[in-house]
């Protein structure tokens, strides 16, 4: 079993519904077991536009390979609706893989640690607050990064 942290996050229709349907989701996955839910954030988009996102980080141990998590996320997110018109673009859900163990994987579809999650305080905020140990492979610890994104608007729901 791997633990991995998977970023949540949506802002089309009933964005909190869609958050806490996902986290069950993903917790039935086979060979999958929830360890912990952040609270839900609310954020701006960054680089988009839109409403405001619903956000939340969960932990879980998985017995999936990095890809076939990926692929089981994004079929989750297809049962949502997710389209994917162009980049950043508003999203009924999305669901990334932020972590998966302490590996670095840098394949044509999956790319962890996720790119710019120690940028994000959309990430960072739930992330440590679930887990306030968690190390970002190739960058170190996340609780210090809080202050470097203290000018995101983000705030627990």
């Given at each position: 079993?791997?633990?991995?942290?998977?970023g949540?996050?949506?802002?089309?229709?009933?964005?909190?519904?869609?958050?806490?349907?996902?986290?069950?989701?993903?917790?039935?996955?086979?060979e999958?077991?929830?360890?912990?839910?952040?609270?839900?954030?609310?954020?701006a988009?960054?680089?988009?536009?839109?409403?405001?996102?619903?956000?939340?980080?969960?932990?879980?141990?998985?017995?999936?390979?990095?890809?076939q998590?990926?692929?089981?996320?994004?079929?989750?997110?297809?049962?949502?609706?997710?389209?994917?018109?162009?980049?950043?673009?508003?999203?009924?859900?999305?669901?990334?893989?932020?972590?998966?163990?302490?590996?670095?994987?840098?394949?044509?579809?999956?790319?962890?640690?996720?790119p710019?999650?120690?940028?994000?305080?959309?990430?960072?905020l739930?992330?440590?607050?679930?887990?306030?140990?968690?190390?970002?492979?190739?960058?170190?610890?996340?609780?210090?990064?809080?202050?470097?994104?203290?000018?995101?608007?983000?705030?627990?729901?």
């Open positions: 079993m791997i633990r991995a942290s998977i949540i996050g949506a802002n089309l229709g009933d964005a909190v519904q869609t958050v806490q349907t996902a986290i069950q989701r993903v917790a039935a996955l086979p999958t077991r929830l360890i912990a839910a952040s609270s839900l954030y609310t954020s988009p960054i680089d988009s536009s839109g409403d405001d996102y619903v956000n939340a980080v969960i932990q879980i141990d998985t017995g999936l390979p990095a890809e998590l990926l692929t089981a996320l994004q079929a989750i997110e297809q049962q949502h609706g997710r389209e994917r018109p162009y980049r950043n673009a508003p999203r009924t859900l999305d669901l990334d893989v932020l972590l998966y163990g302490d590996q670095q994987i840098a394949s044509v579809t999956l790319q962890v640690p996720h710019r999650m120690h940028e994000r305080a959309f990430v960072l739930p992330l440590t607050e679930i887990a306030p140990e968690t190390l970002i492979p190739g960058i170190g610890a996340a609780l210090p990064l809080l202050p470097s994104v203290s000018d995101q608007r983000i705030r627990r729901m």
